[in-house]
């Protein structure tokens, strides 16, 4: 039987529609299955595929996601930036605490002092370090630190239940105003500032004023370290980095040292800055990536820099 004309019109109509709805819906779930980060802090725009969401909340401080990511495992974004990842937060966290350790006078290194670092990775290391006596350790957002504790377990164990390491969720500005504790080694592992920050506001956490409250707490003959986020030659990577160093200087040691590491999650170089310089200590316990050949490469740099 010879088709109806209306009734094909019809079907192309039915059909095309239905075809439009999933296009839609597949388009809807494939975004949906990515997380877009643009950090303030970096000129690259980066679209991480998610293959599992593990856990998801707003806390008070931060939106914050624990979710799978193929290449990179299991990995931390707040606020839609990625802060670790499974594959390489040994990088990130080894070259963050041990220089400092490493670097400061056998016997300084009884307290140490950790702000932020709430996936636990940051007092795991810290803890190797078998001389430590105290660890206070502080993370406003308790809720990020007891999810991390559940679904990352990069702190293992010890990071929650060693005797040594008393935590505190409190704002670190209020924690440094009610203590008179002096520390041997302050570690800052905070999220990236916004380079546009002013550094004299009150609004802003990582200002003059909180390095004062740093300087304040710190041991005589200790160190204080900080990742300073993502560096280049140029851009806004480059004019972040520069920005913090300058903010910082007041508070610099004729001693203070800059230093980076590449963290691949990162898709960039990433800065730090210790209050002293560099000294090599063998290390008697485990690391994933900080050897000696290591330790000798994050202290060069490939390009010559100005921070003034």
């Not at 170089?269 to 000294?279: E, L, N, T």
Request: hydrophobic share 45%; proline share 4%; with cysteine.
């Amino acid at each position: 039987m010879p088709y109806n004309r209306q009734k094909i019109l019809l079907l192309r109509h039915l059909l095309w529609r239905y075809l439009n709805k999933e296009l839609h819906k597949y388009l809807q779930d494939s975004m949906a299955k990515y997380i877009r980060e643009e950090a303030c802090s970096s000129d690259i725009v980066s679209m991480y595929p998610i293959t599992q969401t593990v856990w998801e909340a707003k806390t008070a401080f931060a939106d914050a996601v624990i979710a799978e990511v193929p290449g990179l495992g299991r990995c931390l974004f707040l606020d839609h930036e990625i802060q670790s990842s499974a594959s390489d937060e040994d990088i990130y966290h080894e070259c963050l605490v041990h220089p400092a350790m490493a670097s400061v006078p056998s016997g300084c290194r009884d307290r140490v002092l950790v702000i932020g670092g709430g996936e636990g990775a940051t007092v795991r290391e810290v803890l190797k370090w078998v001389d430590v006596k105290f660890v206070d350790w502080v993370d406003i957002d308790g809720l990020l630190v007891a999810a991390c504790r559940e679904h990352l377990q990069w702190g293992q164990d010890a990071a929650y239940t060693d005797s040594r390491v008393t935590y505190f969720a409190e704002d670190i500005r209020t924690f440094l105003k009610n203590t008179q504790a002096k520390y041997d080694v302050i570690i800052i592992d905070l999220p990236d500032p916004d380079p546009a920050d002013n550094p004299l506001s009150t609004d802003v956490l990582m200002n003059r004023a909180f390095w004062v409250q740093i300087k304040d707490h710190l041991a005589t003959g200790g160190a204080w370290v900080t990742h300073a986020g993502p560096v280049r030659r140029q851009g806004a990577s480059g004019a972040a980095f520069i920005q913090r160093v300058t903010a910082m200087a007041d508070f610099y040691t004729v001693d203070h040292t800059d230093y980076h590491a590449v963290i691949p999650a990162f898709q960039d170089d990433w800065g730090y800055v210790m209050s002293c310089r560099p000294r090599w200590r063998a290390m008697d316990f485990p690391v994933r990536f900080l050897t000696l050949h290591a330790y000798r490469y994050i202290f060069q740099w490939a390009w010559a820099r100005k921070t003034g």
